[in-house]
């Protein structure tokens, strides 16, 4: 099939949109810790970003998207981008490679919720490059590059699976290994720039259009599909969310933007397989399973700091199953469980379970060797005066 350029520059422009996420996400996350501590959050999404962008051309796209090897990882056909060119169907194989690469970087980035406020720099640079290449490589082989779970039919439109469970458990699993920030539980640690949050979520809002409806590789009707019930499960989510915790309290800005993540992290899975009416039930669930996740984890006790797992992991997770119910053949050519066929509900189950548990697990694992090669967290003085300042040199004033 020769290239379509139309297809070609829309994919782009979705590429775009997806890369400006992750800086989305750095401002989402920067403020929602100390003053102390903003920059280092920024820098984390920024460092990401760059350190994907080159591990993604070395090897982690042929890791990804090479030959099948036995269903498990991709061959090492595409070191340094060999065979990566111009050409391609539809759109060239470059751009593919770059609207992939974008999110390999921010599911990376939305780890970063559970290091927060105490993890030194080279730790996470370490760490980070290990992750990609070993949880996040494999795990988008299985769902996008022909490794097993496509092969026998689990379905990940845009990152259900690959992005939102993969960071959201292997964010909580690295909150397990690194432990609590100091004074967690002990004195409030609120919030501070909310402003800064909103302006990130609303980056983030704007940028799933591009996620989503990005990856329909094509100008079609899928796209506009994806793009609408998108902006349709955010909506329910933001709702959903902010209801329950009026319910429970006050109607904050932090709810409202939360749900939105909520609804947006639930839907990727599903954008590609679902109506509108299914995207207002998929999205409104989402908000409330969310909020009672973020509730149980503080129950519970666990310092996955800015909840990566409770929003994305959660939502990532029922938007996975959803597609198992509501999947609609007269959008993407297959039915789920609604409309009578129930093996899919199975196999969206079945793949979601086994990857969550090969992201928590290999993020344990990977996580107590870096924290035994180079120790993870900074010392106590260091986490004291802040990261901005003993990581980076810097301070933050408003």
């Known amino acids: 099939m020769p290239i379509n350029y139309v297809d070609t520059g829309f994919v782009l422009i979705c590429t775009t949109l997806v890369i400006f996420m992750t800086f989305g996400v750095g401002l989402f996350y920067a403020g929602l810790v100390h003053r102390k501590n903003i920059i280092s959050m920024l820098t984390l999404s920024f ?56 999110f390999a970087a921010i599911t990376l980035a939305i780890v970063t919720s559970a290091v927060a406020e105490r993890i030194k720099l080279s730790s996470f640079l370490l760490l980070g490059l290990i992750w990609t290449t070993l949880i996040y490589d494999p795990v988008a082989h299985w769902i996008w590059g022909g490794g097993w779970a496509q092969q ?24 397990f290994v690194i432990g609590k920030r100091r004074g967690f539980g002990e004195y409030s640690l609120q919030p501070s720039n909310i402003p800064m949050t909103l302006i990130g979520g609303a980056i983030l809002w704007f940028g799933w259009f591009g996620f989503n409806a990005g990856s329909a590789l094509a100008v079609n009707n899928i796209a506009v599909n994806a793009f609408i019930v998108t902006n349709i ?71 996955e700091s800015l909840d990566a797992w409770a929003i994305h992991g959660t939502g990532g997770l029922w938007g996975t199953i959803s597609v198992g119910i509501f999947a609609s053949a007269a959008v993407g050519g297959v039915n789920g469980l609604i409309a009578g066929n129930g093996h899919q509900l199975i196999l969206q189950l079945g793949g979601a379970f086994i990857i969550l548990a090969y992201s928590f697990i290999g993020t344990w694992i990977l996580a107590i060797i870096v924290d035994k090669l180079i120790g993870l967290r900074v010392s106590e003085e260091e986490e004291y005066v802040g990261l901005d300042i003993s990581q980076h040199g810097e301070t933050h004033r408003n």
């Open 152 to 175: 026998i039919g689990v379905l990940d439109f845009a990152g259900g699976i690959g992005v939102h469970i993969c960071a959201g458990f292997s964010a909580l699993a690295l909150a």
């Open 233 to 303: 499960a955010a909506a329910a989510g933001t709702f959903s969310y902010m209801f329950v915790s009026w319910y429970k309290g006050k109607p904050s800005s932090l709810s409202m933007i939360s749900g939105t993540i909520a609804g947006l992290g639930a839907i990727t899975p599903a954008a590609g397989f679902v109506g509108p009416m299914e995207a207002v039930v998929i999205g409104a669930v989402s908000g409330f399973l969310c909020y009672f996740a973020l509730v149980f984890r503080l129950e519970q006790k666990w310092d």
């Open 47 to 102: 460092i990401s970003f760059a350190l994907v962008s080159l591990q993604w051309i070395f090897f982690g796209y042929s890791l990804a998207f090479g030959s099948d090897f036995g269903g498990l990882i991709g061959s090492l056909e595409h070191i340094g981008l060999a065979g990566v060119t111009m050409e391609g169907d539809n759109i060239p194989k470059l751009v593919f490679m770059m609207f992939q690469m974008a």
